[in-house]
Every structure is written in structure tokens, then in C-alpha cells.
């Protein structure tokens, strides 16, 4: 087997394994011929949007285990320095920290007052600086959200697309909708 054919097989277990066996078979057929063309983010991002389609109660009854048991862990590394992650945050809410987080970062960037480093770094330090309670006057950060009338209607149950996270369900969609109606849209 070539190996562009094994890129992202991970992606297949990770996201089908929830469903039943005939929605995961017949998601895996669909998307298989194409797979050796798609990155392992593209494919990952197919997946979970058949997944939704396919059965969304599958994503809702997985997001509620996975917020139940959300966490902010650190972790010490053997060089000396330290990861922070957070598991199970509200995919809306942190995908706003995330574009603050980036304005910040591309605002100091280009500003020329960032102490070195590529704009990643000044992130991490960025990311640091907000949760030490710097940055309080900043703006907050702004979300892209694509997702159909209909589903914004309750018309049907496809997923939406929430900027550079990706697939959304349905219902998360809205719930972001109903939470930033004053948005700009």
C-alpha cells in the first residue's frame, strides 16, 4: 500500500468509531477514493462533517461527555519549560480567544514592538500575558461561522462550518447564532 494512503487513517478511527458500523462503513467508502489527495486536517474535517450529517446526536451526546469533563492541565517538560492545555472548551468561545489571542499577537507583530520571535512565539507569550490579566483593554477576538438559512431554521440538521475549528453540529451553530445576535453578519 502507498504511503499517501495511510495519511491520516488515524483521522478515520478518531472520528467514525462513535457511530454505528453502517454509518461508519459507509462514510469511510465515501471518502476513501479521495483521501490520498486531502491533508490529515482536510480529511479530518470531511469525516466529522459526514459524521454530522450522518447522525447528529452522535456529536451532541460526545461534546456533552467531553464538557463534562473539561480541564486546564500543566504539564512540565524535561528542558524546562511547560505546556498549558485545556480539553473540552466550548468550541465557539475558544475559537474567539483564539482570533484575540492572534490579534494581539499580529498587532504587536507588526507594530514592531514584539521582543523577537516569530508570531507563534509572540502568541505564547500573548496567551500568557491574558491569563496573567494583561491585555484587558484589547479587543475581543471575532468568530467566522458559516451555516445555512435553513439550519439556522431548524429546517435541517447539516453542519456548520466554525472558521479555522471546522465542522460544527447543528445545534452548536445555532447556539452560537442565538449567543452573537448583535454580531456583525
Known amino acids: 500500500m502507498p504511503t499517501s494512503t495511510l495519511r491520516g487513517h488515524g483521522s478515520f478511527v478518531e472520528v467514525l468509531s462513535a457511530l454505528e458500523v453502517s454509518a461508519a462503513r459507509r462514510i469511510a467508502a465515501s471518502v476513501l477514493p479521495v483521501a490520498p489527495e486531502k491533508t490529515t486536517g482536510q480529511l479530518r ?29 500543566l504539564h512540565a517538560a524535561d528542558d524546562g519549560i511547560a505546556a498549558l492545555t485545556a480539553f473540552g472548551l466550548d468550541a465557539a468561545r475558544a475559537s474567539a480567544a483564539f482570533a484575540r489571542i492572534g490579534a494581539i499577537a499580529r498587532a504587536r507583530h507588526a507594530a514592531g514592538t514584539a521582543t523577537g520571535g516569530t508570531l507563534e512565539q509572540i502568541r505564547a507569550d500573548v496567551f500568557l500575558e491574558l491569563l496573567e490579566g494583561k491585555h484587558s483593554s484589547a479587543p475581543a477576538g471575532v468568530i467566522q461561522l458559516e451555516v445555512s438559512v435553513e439550519t439556522l431554521a431548524g429546517l435541517n440538521k447539516n453542519p456548520g462550518k466554525l472558521g479555522s475549528f471546522g465542522p460544527v453540529a447543528a445545534d452548536i451553530a445555532r447556539q452560537i447564532a442565538r449567543s452573537h445576535r448583535d454580531a456583525q453578519w
Open 45 to 73: 474535517d470531511m469525516l466529522r462533517r459526514k459524521a454530522l450529517a450522518a447522525d447528529p446526536a452522535y456529536v451532541t451526546a460526545r461534546r456533552k461527555q467531553a464538557e463534562a469533563s473539561r480541564s486546564v492541565q
